[in-house]
């Protein structure tokens, strides 16, 4: 597989800790020596910002030296993101110069977490009560200097759901049964949702 030409499709499945990750480092580390161009590049994509990390840190290591800045490894979403939204998306999205908020979504605030597995991995980790947050339904905005949470069409502020009485009452019965006062404060929750957001 390794010196397949790169024009040849090919599969490559194996049990775990066969050495898939290896393989694929050593591929791409082998691809990137012989790669003539320094226009282009090769993008390694995965699901998870672990996996990159692994998959980095092999071709890295392969490779010898820092990657040229033409070739990426990350994940699906950071690559459009970075690699098609925000270089392209002017030419397909329309913004109104009235509005404070320029940005658009890549993945829609009002998809379904049990239509995508795959969102089920950037939850928001607050013991908000019979409800889940997820990154594609957080923004920060920067006129208001708030966090907000944009759930069926409408938005809330993350501190006015944080102040409402069922989750005040949620945080106040898990602090008395830890009997830990300091648990679940404003402040670690909009730390939850900057950490929730970079991950994304």
Request: glycine share 6%; with cysteine.
């Amino acid at each position: 597989m390794i010196i397949f030409s790169r024009d040849s499709l090919f599969h490559l499945e194996a049990c775990a800790g066969s050495g898939k990750t290896e393989v694929l480092g050593l591929k791409a580390a082998y691809e990137i020596c012989k790669w003539g161009s320094g226009q282009f590049g090769i993008a390694v994509l995965t699901f998870t910002n672990e996996a990159t990390a692994t998959i980095a840190n092999r071709v890295t290591a392969f490779y010898g030296r820092t990657l040229p800045s033409n070739h990426f490894i990350g994940t699906f979403s950071s690559f459009v993101h970075g690699h098609i939204a925000q270089r392209f998306g002017y030419k397909f999205y329309a913004t109104d110069s009235d509005k404070s908020d320029k940005s658009f979504h890549v993945i829609d605030s009002d998809t379904k977490p049990y239509n995508s597995q795959w969102l089920e991995n950037y939850k928001l980790e607050f013991p908000f009560p019979k409800m889940y947050i997820y990154a594609n339904q957080l923004s920060y905005s920067i006129g208001l200097k708030e966090w907000l949470v944009e759930q069926n069409g409408s938005s809330k502020k993350l501190i006015d759901l944080y102040n409402e009485d069922s989750c005040q009452r949620k945080i106040a019965d898990i602090r008395q049964r830890k009997d830990a006062q300091y648990l679940f404060k404003f402040d670690y929750l909009e730390k939850q949702a900057k950490d929730c957001k970079h991950k994304f």
